[in-house]
């Protein structure tokens, strides 16, 4: 991939061409007609100001990012998101367009296979880009296109795997990893703990059994939490049934009249 090839990495204004940063290419000519491409130019009285656009290429590379997308957009339109606005020119600080501005919107290398290869401005009254390019917007009557192409990210290298897994047995081609002969003994549980029950589940009585034995993994003891084998003596433990008692049940059972109550109050009241 040339240089040529490379995608645009760095967008940048300038007031002179001769205030190009190294490392950048100016567009100080229009693509088509090969006019001046000043993106500012005032009338004819007064202190010429000239604004230029810069681009920076470079290789892919990681930790790189990439420009991806470029929008024009009045002064005091928000700034899309995602985007960063060319506010200023970078050898003099001062204001970068006029009336309008230039947004820009970056991504790293290794999150995109395609990027913006060529920006281009045509001349004044010219709106239709050229093949493979897309209209950006209006700078000072003159279009901003660009052009994306694709690039081999970075980390597109192929790698090969060729570390081994310390815990897994010598594992051949005709050894298929569904057949788990050659694992069980090297674990210190069972595969299958139920395979020798007609119902599925876990048998209590048998799979407690084991708790609090020793079981050698990698050299190191392995035991379960002697608090956890309390658990063996719940199995021996009776539920009452609680019987079920109906709205009409608990009525008849429960039911009070208040007779005595009523009486003694009505009785208290004659003798008062």
Same mark, same amino acid.
């Given at each position: ?151 081999? %990210?970075? *980390?597109? +290298?192929?790698?090969?795997? =060729?570390?081994?897994?310390? /815990?897994?047995p010598n594992y051949t081609t005709e050894t298929p990893l569904n057949n788990m002969s050659n694992v069980g003994s090297a674990l210190p549980y069972a595969i299958n703990p139920t395979a020798n029950h007609t119902r599925p589940g876990l048998d209590r009585a048998n799979s407690l059994a084991g708790i609090g034995s020793n079981h050698p993994l990698s050299g190191v003891p392995w035991q379960i ?31 009070? %009249?208040? *007779?005595? +109550?009523?009486?003694?109050? =009505?009785?208290?009241?004659? /003798?008062?």
């Amino acid at each position: 991939m040339s240089n040529s090839d490379w995608p645009i990495t760095a967008v940048t204004v300038v007031t002179e061409p001769s205030k190009c940063p190294a490392g950048f290419t100016i567009i100080d000519k229009t693509y088509d007609k090969r006019d001046d491409a000043d993106l500012w130019r005032d009338g004819y009285f007064g202190k010429r100001i000239c604004r230029y656009m810069c681009v920076e290429r470079s290789a892919p590379s990681v930790g790189r990012d990439v420009l991806v997308d470029v929008a024009v957009i009045n002064e005091k339109d928000p700034i899309p998101a995602g985007f960063t606005c060319v506010d200023f020119t970078s050898d003099t600080r001062e204001k970068a367009m006029k009336k309008k501005m230039l947004c820009v919107r970056y991504m790293s290398c290794t999150l995109t296979k395609d990027a913006i290869a060529e920006l281009i401005i045509l001349s004044k009254g010219v709106r239709r880009p050229p093949n493979g390019y897309n209209l950006v917007g209006e700078l000072n009557n003159m279009a901003l296109c660009f052009k994306m192409a694709g690039f081999r %990210s970075p *980390n597109a +290298e192929p790698q090969q795997n =060729t570390v081994n897994p310390p /815990y897994s047995p010598n594992y051949t081609t005709e050894t298929p990893l569904n057949n788990m002969s050659n694992v069980g003994s090297a674990l210190p549980y069972a595969i299958n703990p139920t395979a020798n029950h007609t119902r599925p589940g876990l048998d209590r009585a048998n799979s407690l059994a084991g708790i609090g034995s020793n079981h050698p993994l990698s050299g190191v003891p392995w035991q379960i939490n002697p608090r956890y084998t309390e658990m063996s003596r719940l199995q021996d433990i009776m539920i009452p049934q609680i019987g079920y008692k109906s709205i009409m049940d608990i009525e008849n059972e429960y039911s009070y %009249s208040f *007779n005595i +109550e009523r009486s003694v109050s =009505t009785n208290a009241g004659t /003798y008062n």
